[in-house]
């Protein structure tokens, strides 16, 4: 096991490597970058102010430059020097490989920079913003396990039974339909649409929420965290209630099983004494990467229909808007702690069964 962990650590740097020279390159290949961006706004502000001036001829005026207008769409009446400082500011007068070269240097020091367009430091960013998603990925992912291992359980060992189907659709819709449509549902019935105003659609707190008694402040976050953390678990737990039961049905059918009834054990402890150890190792061991892909995945869409300002929406509003420092950075450090935490799910499946061999298999 050993050799397999050295193995797992020496593909982390490498397969961050490979992730961040991708999305690197793509980034290059798009249209619309920092530079354009900032050149398409100075442009129309421009416009706008001399045609309040002057009118058409204004126009004319500023179009008599266009030695930029090769490489930047927006550049097209603007003084080249201009463009040459818009380039220098956002470090675009290198070429893309010595960018990225300094790039990865930088993070290698976990120097991530600061936001093009905030006067913040990319970390600074993160640590703003990362409450909201660990609120959400924490409280969504302990709610799955609480409903999902009971009613695999409880389907298990009722296995054909009309409760048994019955559930079986509720999982197939929350399976085959995405959370964020959820998310829009529960806004539509309860979040002020077209039928309930009970809960609210904007933030994790109230206004004034600092001057709340402590036993108020708990009760306004979890009044606000009811209905995006509800989208999550609605659709997310499927899966998992369908890997609790499977694994339930295989221990159910074990020659142990057979033999503690025949011992006279109840039903009860035969389930919850002996099967239910472990038929569970495998879905308690798989944690760590259900957290991973609620945290850095499942919660963008849901943070942009509440409001939300966390990490997915950081995320989102990085690309639009074409950071690249917090781009780029969080690529970088949710990349790393997402291998990382991987390998953790890794050994974890070992230590609750030393059957699984990861080296062996290897």
């Known amino acids: 096991m050993v050799n397999y962990i050295i193995r797992r650590l020496l593909l982390i740097p490498l397969t961050l490597f490979g992730i961040m020279v991708v999305n690197f390159a793509f980034a ?3 249209p619309g970058g920092p530079v354009e961006q900032m050149l398409a706004k100075v442009q129309g502000q421009s416009v706008e102010a001399t045609a309040r001036i002057s009118g058409a001829g204004a126009q004319e005026t500023m179009a008599g430059s266009g030695e930029g207008a090769g490489k930047y769409r927006g ?4 003084d080249p020097v201009f463009v040459k400082e818009i380039e220098k ?12 070269v300094k790039m990865m240097g930088d993070y290698l020091r976990f120097d991530f920079g600061k936001s093009f367009y905030r006067d913040e430091s990319v970390v600074d960013l993160v640590l703003e913003k990362l409450p909201v998603s660990m609120s959400l990925g924490l409280w969504s992912t302990l709610i799955i396990y609480m409903v999902s291992i009971p009613l695999g359980i409880a389907k ?13 659709w509720a999982v197939i819709v929350g399976y085959a339909v995405p959370g964020f449509l959820f998310a829009i549902l529960l806004v539509v019935l309860f979040a002020g649409g077209t039928f309930l105003s009970i809960f609210p ?13 402590w036993w108020q402040k708990i009760l306004d976050y979890f009044w606000h965290l009811a209905l995006p953390v509800s989208a999550l678990v609605i659709g997310g737990f499927a899966g998992l209630t369908m890997l609790s039961k499977n694994s339930f049905l295989e221990e159910i059918n074990k020659q142990y099983v057979i033999t503690a009834r025949a011992k006279g054990l109840s039903e009860g402890r035969v389930l919850y004494r002996h099967v239910f150890r472990n038929a569970m190792l495998l879905v308690i061991a798989g944690f760590p990467s259900a957290l991973v892909g609620i945290l850095f995945t499942g919660a963008l869409l849901v943070e942009i229909i509440f409001s939300l300002d966390g990490i997915g929406l950081l995320g989102f509003e990085a690309v639009v808007n074409r950071d690249y420092p917090v781009m780029f950075g969080t ?11 991987n390998l953790i799910s890794d050994l974890t499946y070992h230590l609750v069964d030393p059957r699984i061999d990861f080296e062996a298999r290897g």
Not at 95 to 100: A, D, G, I
Not at 156 to 168: H, M, P, R
Not at 333 to 338: D, K, P, Q, S, T
């Open 156 to 168: 298990a060992v009722k296995d054909g039974s009309t409760f048994d189907v019955a559930t079986s």
């Open 201 to 213: 659609l904007r933030g994790l707190t109230s206004i004034g929420w600092e001057a709340f008694p």
């Open 75 to 78: 550049a097209q009446g603007l």
């Open 89 to 100: 500011q956002f470090g675009f007068d290198r070429p893309p490989l010595e960018r990225f």
């Open 28 to 30: 290059q290949l798009a």
């Open 331 to 341: 690529l970088y450090a949710f990349g790393l702690i997402g291998l990382v935490l």
